[in-house]
């Protein structure tokens, strides 16, 4: 990966959920006419599922740590 887009991503992390958000929108947008446009709106209707679901508390929030800890054990089973 190029310093520039290491810089960004660096930048983008540093951004409050919302603005995260915002930017995987858009950058899902701009690939568009790359994807499937079923599996495009499937997955930003599951962006935004989830995205509503953090902010109204009906989902538990775990660390991203913990996250790849359970994958990974989950993928040892």
């Known amino acids: 990966m190029s310093s520039t887009v290491e ?4 930048d983008a992390l540093g951004l409050p959920a919302d603005g995260r958000a915002l930017l995987v929108e858009k950058l ?5 006419e790359q994807t ?3 599996v495009q709106r499937l997955h930003l209707a599951e962006v935004r599922r989830r995205r ?4 109204d ?3 538990e929030m775990i660390a991203g740590e913990d996250a790849l800890r359970r994958a990974r054990a989950a993928l040892d089973e």
Do not use: V
């Open 7 to 10: 810089q960004l991503a660096a």
């Open 28 to 32: 899902l947008a701009s690939l568009a």
């Open 36 to 38: 499937d446009p079923t």
């Open 52 to 55: 509503a679901a953090a902010r």
């Open 57 to 59: 508390g009906s989902t």
